[in-house]
């Protein structure tokens, strides 16, 4: 059973068609990449797989669960999660809070008109699991707005994380970020896919080589190429159309405006 | 040391104390009438900012909901029962919670200037429904002179047991809209004040919260709007203009409402007395709370005790900045630790 798949998925915006007829289907656990020039509907389709978008035409299904146009509060419970590609949180809640809200929903108390949010036993120890996870146990009480960039990051990534997600989307999760920090980010990423399925949009073409075990290229809404690292390398049309010449894959990589131009 | 800070930051004990202790204060005790009214602005002021502060969601026409109260509560006891005063403040509560329950059904989805425009033209509607339907409302003379019936068989004819009877109203109110801002819901707001769409792939449905929580809201301003009633023993139009619901977002911002569960009550008193007191003395006494209205909020953007909050965010920032020095020593950053838990 495949864990997530479309169908003809479409998504048009006027006469601009951001994901074109695009049937995929995602297995069980690993790293799979979207790799495609900006612009390509990589990020259109993230929206289209989470319900942010509802497809002009096709099908999604979660599990075999039909969840086409489900919105996406009902489908992180359906455990698909997603991280931003603008680090997205909450900069005035404290580290604790950010991940703490994902906790209480996850428990059932997002209904909770009487209890004190502060003093839920259940909620507060699983909350510091995740501040263990994050190694932010110390910082725990500092505003999120505080962090470094790419700890805010990490956050957005840890804060999805609360559903208990079995397929977590992430994308960009490097954009912005720099030298160890991205690192940082990196190993936090390969550190979860060992448990659950990681797709993520990524610029950067180390990165993507170092940790996919499946890339996707997609270009003007469509797959252009799908495979494991070595078949998207050497096909013919991927070189063509993105990587360029081989020689040059390295530097086409680092260099994201190349890439996207 | 622990038990002194948290009743500091969460004040509400003091705040029972000093308005149980008001009619005995020397000079300003014998105004009983006006720390009723402060009472009863500050559930209101309270319950709107459930609205603006926590959910972040500008309903600037809220005086509606606080008129329906008055309204509903006048033609309870005018109409079908006028013996005991409790059923009249609960048909109030009910038909502000009602009325709130319909109106978020309809603009749940609206966020920003849609929200604030859609709360203004509904108070407007009701100001023009409340001033021309003469039969029932009273039109422009209102409804007067009812009779306040007793409390639990107690006369609230003596200003001074109305007050404590207000005052009662005070307390149960507070400490349920305290504890809403301190629930799980509360929490949730706060988010989606901050970032709608995060909440939502948190697994909010936020216009659901929205609803509820503009509901909850209505129910306290309908409840406030019928104790008003009882004070004046009358209902007028005048409380549904939208003018009136500036008075209480005025009061909530200038008080410190958008950063502080009391802002909304150091709004109301600042409101309240400046209203009784500068008035007294001159006419266009709004041209002073306008003026300064405009410099504080230039100043303090978050209200009064945005200060308080400032303050402490300046702290935080040196304890991170402790934190730091710290951490690279890898045993110090201990104390910081115990110190959050304490607050915490």
């Known amino acids: 059973m495949d864990l997530l798949r479309t169908e003809n998925l479409t998504k048009k915006f006027g006469e601009l068609v951001a994901v074109n007829n695009v049937s995929f289907s995602i297995k069980e656990k690993g790293v799979l990449s979207i790799i495609g020039p900006n612009g390509a509907g990589k990020t259109t389709f993230f929206n289209l797989l989470t319900g942010f978008y509802i497809p002009t035409s096709g099908k999604i299904y979660l599990r075999d669960e039909d969840i086409t146009g489900i919105p996406p509060f009902d489908i992180v419970h359906k455990k698909l999660s997603r991280s931003f590609q603008i680090a997205s949180y ?68 840890a804060m999805s994380l609360t559903l208990n997600p079995e397929i977590l989307l992430l994308d960009e999760p490097t954009s912005g970020v720099s030298g160890t920090e991205r690192t940082k980010v990196i190993e936090f990423i390969s550190k979860l896919a060992k448990d659950i399925k990681v797709v993520i949009v990524e610029h950067d073409m180390d990165i993507v080589f170092s940790i996919s075990d499946r890339i996707a290229v997609l270009t003007q809404g469509s797959i252009l190429a799908d495979g494991t690292v070595e078949e998207v390398r050497k096909n013919k049309d991927v070189q063509r159309a993105y990587l360029g010449e081989e020689e040059e894959e390295k530097k086409v990589g680092r260099d994201k405006d190349a890439v996207s131009g | 040391m622990n038990k002194k800070r948290n009743i500091l930051k969460d004040p509400y004990l003091i705040i029972f104390l000093l308005f149980f202790i008001y009619p005995f204060v020397p000079y300003i005790g014998k105004y009983k009438a006006l720390g009723s009214e402060l009472l009863i602005w500050s559930i209101f002021a309270l319950s709107f900012n459930l609205v603006l502060g926590y959910a972040g969601l500008p309903s600037f026409g809220h005086g509606a909901f606080y008129g329906v109260g008055t309204y509903a509560t006048a033609l309870t006891i005018m109409h079908f029962y006028s013996k005991d005063v409790i059923i009249p403040l609960v048909v ?213 005790l945005g200060i308080v909050e400032k303050i402490r965010e300046k702290k935080h920032i040196d304890s991170i900045n402790n934190g730091n020095n710290n951490s690279t020593m890898n045993g110090k950053s201990r104390p910081t630790k115990i110190l959050t838990k304490e607050e915490r």
């Not at chain 2, 425009?117 to 429904?129: C, D, G, M, S």
């Open chain 1, 90 to 157: 909450f900069p005035d809640f404290t580290i604790f809070e950010n991940i703490q809200i994902g906790v209480l929903n996850r428990l059932g108390y997002g209904f909770s008109f009487f209890s004190d949010a502060n003093h839920l036993t259940d909620v507060n120890e699983e909350t510091e699991k995740y501040m263990e996870m994050l190694g932010l146990k110390d910082q725990k009480d500092m505003k999120a707005k505080f962090l470094s960039h790419g700890d805010k990051k990490i956050l957005d990534i």
């Open chain 2, 92 to 304: 109030a509560a009910f038909f502000g919670g009602l009325f709130t329950f319909l109106y978020g059904y309809l603009i749940k989805r609206k966020r920003g200037i849609y929200f604030a425009l859609l709360t203004i033209a509904f108070t407007q509607i009701l100001y023009v429904i409340g001033f021309r339907w003469d039969e029932v409302t009273g039109g422009e003379t209102g409804i007067t002179s009812l009779k306040i019936g007793t409390f639990l068989g107690i006369s609230l004819k003596d200003p001074l047991y109305f007050y404590y009877f207000i005052f009662l109203l005070f307390v149960f109110a507070l400490i349920i809209i305290r504890r809403i801002a301190n629930s799980p819901v509360g929490k949730v707001l706060l988010a989606l004040k901050q970032d709608e769409k995060r909440a939502q792939y948190l697994g909010f449905n936020t216009e659901k919260y929205v609803w509820y929580i503009f509901t909850v809201s209505g129910i306290f301003a309908g409840l406030a709007g019928g104790m008003y009633c009882l004070l004046h023993s009358s209902a007028f139009a005048d409380t549904l203009h939208w003018t009136k619901s500036g008075d209480v977002v005025m009061a909530t911002l200038l008080g410190g409402g958008l950063v502080n569960f009391y802002g909304p009550i150091v709004g109301s008193l600042i409101f309240i007395t400046a209203r009784e007191f500068l008035s007294a003395f001159w006419d266009n006494w709004m041209l002073l709370y306008g003026l300064s209205f405009i410099i504080i909020i230039l100043f303090i953007p978050t209200g009064l």
